[in-house]
């Protein structure tokens, strides 16, 4: 069981999810290029992730690592995805692996299947009586060269677990919306994953037992193309929002 934890990229929304549950939780050390603007819990290390030497040092002593940092923007051009979100996450495995740490959950996108959303398929696959599933056992069909680097992160991960047995679980994570799902978004609304759900996933990835696996990140929508049956069965994920159950910026169920 993991007690403490290195949580990379925490100043951003997916570290602010993971920490507004999770806060009490764990022994935090967190770890950004840029100092944090609020209260956090733990000890935060002003670090980028393409520097060995300071994530060595952050790496110390941690059970389990959520890795977030890098560029999360879909444009984001391959002078910024190389070093912050592929050379970053090998540096982010590399040291984990160094330090003896036992589990790295690794934050993936929906972007790195992308390219799976056909003018055939679409807008079909968004809604509710559709039953196209991709399950994460699929090849990555990228959409841009961000989902290019979230899928390098991926093999990476694949790599550290077969060569270094670290155990590896990389999250493809569909939309984080605070509050409620996004409006007037089909697509969104299909891939949504609420804040709760996103920290008990992320706690999931660092609890369960298991070598290396590739899930997806999304809320129990009734409209889905992402399976979460492979993060119920091998996690122990039990989400419990579901973008059905709004209407705008309103509960309805
Ligand atoms: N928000 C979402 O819906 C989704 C996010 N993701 C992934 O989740 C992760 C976090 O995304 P968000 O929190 O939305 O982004 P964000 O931009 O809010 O947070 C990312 C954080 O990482 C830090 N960072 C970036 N490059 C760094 C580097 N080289 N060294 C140290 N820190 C660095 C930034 O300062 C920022 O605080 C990203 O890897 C993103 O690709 C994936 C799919 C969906
Ligand atoms: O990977 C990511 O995906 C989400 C959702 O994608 P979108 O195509 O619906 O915008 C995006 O919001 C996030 O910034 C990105 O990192």
Avoid at 38 to 55: K, M, N
Avoid at 160 to 186: F, M, Q, W
Avoid at 194 to 199: G, I, L, Q
Wanted: proline share 5%.
């Amino acid at each position: 069981m993991a007690q403490s934890v290195l949580l990379t990229g925490a100043a951003g929304r997916v570290g602010t999810a993971v920490l507004s549950d999770l806060a009490d939780e764990y022994e935090w050390r967190l770890l950004d290029r840029d100092p944090p603007t609020e209260d956090l819990p733990g000890e935060f290390v002003v670090a980028d992730i393409t520097d060995e030497d300071a994530v060595r040092e952050a790496m110390a002593g941690m059970d389990a690592v959520i890795h977030l940092a890098g560029d999360p923007r879909k444009e984001a051009p391959w002078s910024s995805v190389l070093p912050n979100n592929i050379d970053g996450t090998r540096v982010v495995y590399e040291a984990a692996v160094e330090a003896g740490v036992d589990t790295v959950a690794f934050a993936s996108s929906n972007h790195a299947v992308g390219h799976y959303e056909t003018d055939e398929r679409t807008p079909e696959m968004y809604r509710e009586d559709d039953d196209f599933r991709l399950d994460g056992t699929e090849l990555p069909r990228p959409g841009n060269l961000y989902g290019v680097s979230k899928a390098a992160g991926e093999l990476l991960g694949r790599y550290y677990h077969d060569e270094h047995d670290l155990s590896v679980a990389c999250v493809r994570i569909g939309n984080l919306t605070k509050g409620h799902p996004p409006i007037d978004y089909e697509r969104g609304q299909a891939m949504w994953l609420s804040y709760r759900d996103c920290a008990h996933l992320f706690q999931r990835c660092i609890e369960a037992d298991y070598g290396y696996e590739i899930v997806y990140g999304i809320s129990d929508n009734d409209r889905k193309y992402y399976s979460i049956e492979r993060a119920r069965e091998v996690l122990g994920y039990e989400p419990q929002d579901n973008s059905a159950e709004w209407n705008g910026d309103e509960r309805i169920a």
